[in-house]
C-alpha cells in the first residue's frame, strides 16, 4: 500500500450555521469534522463503529489537541486530512491537517485513541484485532508539525459552574458526547475573550465517561497569560475531562 493511499481527504463547507458570530467555524463543529473524518477513514478500511459494533467493540476517543493559525469562514470551502500515525496494544495516534480551499494548512491536530468491548468497557488489544491488520495503515512519511497532547494539571481548583448533563449531551455510546464538553468548556469565556482574541490551541484528555443525569462541575485555573487549565468533576467526586485553552 502506498503512503496515499494510507491518507484520507474529505472536503466540507463552513455553512452559516456552524460559524458563531466571528463568521468563523466555531471549535466544536471543527471537532465533530475532524472526528467524522477519523470514521470515515477507519470505516473505508475495515475498522469503522459500524463494523466493530458487530463485534461489540468501538472506539473512544482518549486525547485530542487542536492548533490553529486560521479558521474557516462562513461559505469557505476547506479539507480534512486524517492518517494513522501509530498502533499501540491499547491505543493508536490520529493525526490530521486543515486545509483551506488553497490546500494550505491552516491547522493541524493530534489525537489518541482507544478500542473498548462495549460489554465490559475494557479495551481490546489493537495488535491482535483482525489479525493486526490495522498496522498496515500507519503512515510513516507524512508529518504532523504540532506538539503531542501534554498533561494537564491543575494546582488549584476554582469552581465556575455546575451543568446536568442532558438529553442533547448524550451520544451514540450513551455516555456524554466528546465534542459537548469542548462546547461547554468555551461558554466559560466571555464574549469579549473571542471578540479579541482567537483559540491557537485547544488540548482534551477524556479520564471517565459521564451519562444522563449526572452533575458535571468546571473548574478552570489561569496558568499563564492566555492560557487555561481547566477540569470537569462528575457528581462532586471524579474527574472526567480536562483540558487546555490556549489564546492569542
Known amino acids: 500500500m502506498t503512503e496515499n493511499n494510507k491518507v484520507g481527504t474529505y472536503s466540507f463547507v463552513a455553512e452559516p450555521f456552524h460559524v458563531d458570530f466571528t463568521e468563523?467555524?466555531?471549535?466544536?463543529?471543527?471537532?465533530?469534522?475532524?472526528?467524522?473524518?477519523?470514521?470515515?477513514?477507519?470505516?473505508?478500511?475495515?475498522?469503522?463503529?459500524a463494523t466493530l459494533n458487530e463485534n461489540h467493540y468501538t472506539w473512544v476517543l482518549s486525547r485530542l489537541a487542536i492548533e490553529l493559525y486560521d479558521m474557516p469562514r462562513a461559505y469557505e470551502k476547506f479539507s480534512i486530512e486524517t492518517w494513522v500515525e501509530n498502533v499501540y496494544r491499547l491505543f493508536t495516534d490520529r493525526n490530521f491537517?486543515?486545509?483551506?480551499?488553497?490546500g494550505k494548512a491552516i491547522g493541524y491536530a493530534r489525537s489518541v485513541w482507544a478500542m473498548i468491548s462495549m460489554?465490559?468497557?475494557k479495551p481490546a488489544d489493537l495488535l491482535t484485532l483482525h489479525g493486526g491488520?490495522?498496522?498496515?495503515?500507519?503512515?510513516t512519511e507524512k508529518e504532523c508539525p504540532i506538539e503531542k497532547p501534554?498533561?494537564?494539571?491543575l494546582t488549584e481548583r476554582k469552581a465556575e459552574g455546575d451543568y446536568v448533563a442532558k438529553y442533547s449531551d448524550i451520544d451514540i455510546n450513551g455516555h456524554v458526547n466528546s465534542i459537548k464538553y469542548i462546547e461547554h468548556i468555551l461558554d466559560l469565556f466571555p464574549m469579549d475573550t473571542f471578540r479579541e482574541q482567537r483559540i491557537r490551541r485547544f488540548e482534551m484528555a477524556y479520564v471517565a465517561e459521564s451519562y444522563y443525569g449526572d452533575k458535571l462541575t468546571f473548574c478552570r485555573q489561569q496558568v499563564r497569560e492566555n492560557e487555561y487549565n481547566i477540569e470537569v468533576i462528575?457528581?462532586?467526586t471524579e474527574v472526567?475531562?480536562?483540558s487546555k485553552v490556549e489564546f492569542e
Open 24 to 49: 468563523r467555524l466555531t471549535m466544536g463543529v471543527l471537532g465533530n469534522h475532524l472526528l467524522n473524518c477519523a470514521g470515515f477513514h477507519a470505516e473505508e478500511r475495515g475498522f469503522g463503529i
Open 97 to 102: 491537517a486543515i486545509l483551506n480551499a488553497d
Open 119 to 121: 460489554e465490559d468497557r
Open 133 to 139: 491488520t490495522i498496522t498496515n495503515y500507519i503512515c
Open 150 to 153: 501534554s498533561r494537564i494539571k
Open 234 to 236: 462528575k457528581n462532586d
Open 240 to 242: 472526567v475531562v480536562r
